[in-house]
């Protein structure tokens, strides 16, 4: 019998598993960007252990003939590089599954719940070029074949990766490839397995050229782009997963535009750094994850009171303390919050996908600029971690806006206005001096023990809240606006809600991911007061947007989806888990 | 005293009468006057103590941030505009205990900045505990039988770390103090001067009388280059060294960054941009 | 004409007002003190500018025949030592205000605005029994003398204050303070001032014995006895204003009690020194303000995964940042309560007074140890400065309730309890091990990367919540409880409101004042839920009370009374603030 | 490899192949083995990173707490319970990086525990970026460039504050540094053990091969009372020395507490308390 692939849907869910150092990130890397020139749609994300050498890991991709957001369950065609991996992910395994992979990978149970076994000896492919560590080219030529990817263009991309270590290599791994596309070329003949997975727009019959022009992107790159767009030009941080992607994407191309990217010696050291950075002069960038952040609260505190602009991006991770140091969390929108000590203004921004990650990573420095004070990106390792394809970023409409003056003799950091606002200097640009002073002080910058002072700045610096909450990151409202359930989400959740929706196709609920959790969009509260049902989405385990909108509305959620083991939802269990609080 | 661009006039500081800051702050701003420094060009950094109030006494640009975070700031500051002539100043709590682990990493960075310490070996804002400097036996509200840990000697430290130039100063003398400022300042390269302030207030063991006691400057023969000889006399500790200890001349923080151009004076290159953007589509 | 003494009410406030270093808190100390033993109510609390040596300081003592339990606006008596720290509060002098003292510190328009002034020269008086530096002991003698305080009891206190300055020394202290007395006589004989305040129980003929026996004592040593008392072994701390206090009351009572009394490098060694401890099998107390305690944070969100017992006192200073050092507020609420990164749960206490921080903290050693969680207690410079007469501490029913078991062979340090507490081994103490670790862990203490242990660990976590929330301080009622108005407090605003709705004597509020501000008592919630209009009163800008009970309740307070220019509310003004919302 | 009370039973560890960090576990247990120490009198304080897992693997009592934070704990756990045997160990980024300051002050107290350190100059858990000991030139994902700071150099700066007792190993040579090992943990009072831990993953330049190359043992006749004979070692880089450097015998941080009962032991006297509650009537 042959095995016809996939079972269900359009796409095609593939996962590979195996241990940490086998190169998998590579294999993900050069299949989903061939896959995409070759005209697919493509998603990919991963899960992984917190160790450098062994344990078992797994990266789910998704191949589509449509856009696809986000991870499922199912899967249609499983890749095992060891057993304890395979093992590992056994419940996601059913009836509609390929298994190919060798034979000591794949234990008879394993098979046995599978739809299909095949037995491919990929190593033994591998060792008879050469070493057997060409098994991963091995597979990627039988993938690529069984998705009808451009051999051409998997050989240039071999090549590109392969380059510095010498033509002789870039030609075995070639070969490899290769060997995988006749593995399949066999199993085809023998009719074993046949795929029946479609490129975007063949239904159509038009050419893919749309999906071949998209960029295939990380939320980590995203972060990045969006930091370089914003004018960022000065990275301080710490290493910490999962955030460490940013400062490594800004590192590499610190030099092309001018940015310092610096590793400091811990989180108190980068904060103060990127304070330091915006007070002559420059945007600043401080990131970190939950337990860095911890520490920076006190820098936090001290960007409120001197009226600081400071970005933070807070790549999140399951707590408490260590936790789960690679996996995924909803769990510090409180932490940014209520963080640091004393009473001032604050915005929170939480990106739902690559794209929203560039651009309000991007508008973030903006935004610390024009209200001077701190602005927090809260990511998680999911969104770090996932790569998609997604329309290039278009950069035309961005602008850098510095909000700074030239300073007039007798310059005034803290001149009061109606507003809250005032003009921020630089130091050596104007004839005037900036003072900031972490201790309560004038207007002039300079230390105060008079009372009713204390009283204006306080005022003064709250105030700015008003024109904050003038500017804020309208939802994204997908479903039925008039429906009687709605949905609330933010940050990392946005694609998996918006396919699980799909699926349902209820035309009972409307989903409303907030991209900014602070200041809440009006929006976002009028449309919970109005809501039939209310219900939220979150990635943690007490409901922390939840307990934000209660506290703006003063109306408890009707229901909670909540998840707290590390990884991010899934579309299936999305599906499922509405249905339950429905 | 000679009027410099720094004075403010009329200005009343909030230490005590007596109190070794007060000619530090004359001696800083007669090594900055000498120097021919602008106060538009330069940024005093400093944290929170009786010592990290002295940016508040200058008319100068100034960045009076946390309690023990004048460094990270400070090595920010000059990175972001090297422009700036920056002075990290603060007490020895600050510098030696809140913000120790910057005070190491900021040496092997080498900035091109100035860090001054107010050495008055004891916590004076916070009313008289011990300071890591606070030497064995200094008897407090808080240690009760007296100092047991070893006292920090930031100069050894410093040192070991091959810091690019390291002094010990006494405010007793302002004139040397001064000259001694001076030389740190114009030096390229993270300059640290430890300056031995007494406090009145609180320290009534290390006086101005002990300090001239047991103090004394560095022969003119002395050779600043030698590390291991640096190290002899930083570890002197029944009469203590004062002048420059060790230089070592060094590529800088800026130097290695290759920075030039002030930070908000940057353009973003939105066409290289859109170049990498594009890339990732191939 | 002679000036009569009070003028209003049947105590006497006193306001003594000079710089740093001129020695008004033995001052204020000697005069509570021989006040209480000769049968008066005495409170005195004290504001002062964040310096050494001069800037203006004023203390405000008051001396009652009854119990007096906050500080008041007016001034009866007013004595300055400096001209410009006379300046400084220049608005509390009326028509009632006597001052007493040197003309040169008392400028014309003040002596006019005032009822009277008498000019004393107090240093002249000094001089000529030596140096001016006795002028206080000069200005002691005449308010003694005013007061009718014990002679010798005022002398006794002056031995023991000077004793180990030489007898010489103590001699002319003794002798300035005769010399006052005989200036006040002089007074009397002028028919300048006479003072008719009575001593407690002196209107009804009894002997105020009573309060002869009652304690004398602030708010920092409430909290330090009450750590003692607590079984604290161990406090790791960083100087902080306002929190020091605490840190040196138990230096100084170390060895008698075997206690380590450690001074950090910073406040991130001291939390994390503090849960050390406790692995060991002390109980340590990490003493902070707020800035101080935003580097804490990584350091609460470990005790929370290892779910180690830690207590925290944050005494609470206006932020943010560096703010007013040595000034007071509620404004650290929130940041206590959103500590830490992660999800888990807490126990936060506030006292309102000496007594309730003497049992409080107490209890917190308690609570901590039975919860195995942070537990922190919120006070503020004005509890912590404070100082007054209270009925002694009674120790008899305290219990130092220590948790802990002797391990067995195969102990588990999580081991999975339907309560969610896992009894709480000692290394060294029976046959088990202790394993503990800030990653994601199994029963054993093991890391993991086990999902579904995850989910379990963090159900258990937070499963103690519900055992928390049983056993929660109850709010102090004052007033009628089917009164119209609920006004909800905090902390140290106990005493303020308390004596301020004595003057109201509206029946139609009830203060509900709340020593456990998380989680909320149930009472709390129905009486709020229930009350016709629900008012706060809080030293804060925002109102962080109020959120909270609107995060439990869904209830919006109908008005708010907030201060935070640094100073605690005075009587006078929360009567009028409250009838401003009425 | 003998059997010792510290094993578990088909344990396995998260490190790669090829690590040094086996080789530590392995001569640690022999070291505590050789001593006669048994795993319910141990505790293992740890922080994170890859050496920082090391407690995991052991049969014992550990406490593996915050990334950077593994004194501070030790520090109190020994003074909480003197009876106990306290090894701190993680890994120079650990340590000397998040750690820096706990690492400066922990030596000025002088406690009696061992502070073991692996020192593979490069952040592993996190990837391959510099550490602090990483030297100059050393190429990551985030040093593109090489790093440009000056390498911290811990043995340095420990003789620096008159550290009770520092030595320096090669896990290369497991006997030799089991031995040191014991050493220290023998040792009254705080003792540093850096150990030179090749790490094939991240750090493809100072490999077992490299350190065999550039190490040697101080000859036998090095003196190591002498304090600025062991920092001239500490400061020689072309030939990295190996062994103990520098001891140096005084009171510990529990001699000059005068603790000896266990924290949970104590009993309040409230006796005492009451009368200190009462004096306050007075
Ligand atoms: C995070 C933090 N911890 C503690 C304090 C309190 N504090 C202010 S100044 C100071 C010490 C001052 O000592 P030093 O730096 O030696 O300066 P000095 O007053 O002696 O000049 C402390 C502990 C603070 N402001 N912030
Ligand atoms: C506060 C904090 N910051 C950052 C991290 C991330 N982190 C984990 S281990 C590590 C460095 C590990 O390097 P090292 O201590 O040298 O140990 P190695 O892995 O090399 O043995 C870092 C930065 C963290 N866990 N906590
Ligand atoms: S307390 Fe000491 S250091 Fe501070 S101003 Fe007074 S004398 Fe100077
Ligand atoms: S990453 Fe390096 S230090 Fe960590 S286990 Fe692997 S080889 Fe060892
Ligand atoms: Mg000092
Ligand atoms: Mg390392």
Redesign the pocket.
Known sequence: MTFSLPKKGPDISIVICGEAGQGIQTLESLLTRTAKLSGYHVFSTKEYMSRVRGGSNSTSIRISPERVYAAVDRIDLLIPLTAASAERIKDRITADTLIIGERKFVSEALSRSSGEFIDIPFTETAKKLGRSIYSNQVVLGLVASLLALDINILKAKLRAEFEDKGSEIVDINIKAAHAGYSLYEGLIKDDKVISEIKKAGEATGDVPEEVKGEIVISGAEAVGLGAIAGGCDFIAA????PSTGVLTFLAKHAEEFGIVAEQCE??IAGINMAIGAWYAGGRALAS?SG??FA?MEEGVSLAAMIESPVVVHIAQRPGPA?GL?TRTEQGDLELALYSGHGEFPRIILAPGSAAEAFYLTQKAFNLADRYQCPVFILTDQYLMDTVTNTTPFDTGGLEVERHIVKTEEGYKRYALTDSGLSPRGIPGNGRGLVMVDSDEHDEDGRITEDLSVRTTMVDKRLRRLTLIKEDIVEPTLIGDKDAKTVLVGWGSTLGVVREALTSINSEDILFVHIAQPYPLHQKVLELVEGAGRFLVIEGNATGQLARLIKLETGREADGKILKYNGLQFTVEEVEERIGEVL | MKKTDFDIEGMETAWCPGCGDHAILSALKASLDNLGLTPGKLVMVSGIGQAAKIPQYFNTNYFNGLHGRALPAAVAIKASNPELTVVAESGDGDMYGEGGNHFIHTIRRNPDITNIVHNNMVYGLTKGQASPTSRRGFVTPVQVSGVMSEPFNPLAVAISLDVSFVARAFIGDQQRTSEIIEAAIKHRGYALVDIFQPCPSFNKQNTYKWFRENTYYLEDSFDSSERLAALGKAFQTDRLPLGIFYRNEKPTFTDNLRIKTPGYRKIVDFKRLNGLISSLAS
Do not use: A, H, I, V
């Not at chain 1, 710490?238 to 997963?241: A, H, I, L, T």
């Open positions: 710490y290493p910490m997963s811990d989180e970190t337990g860095g520490l260590t140091p």
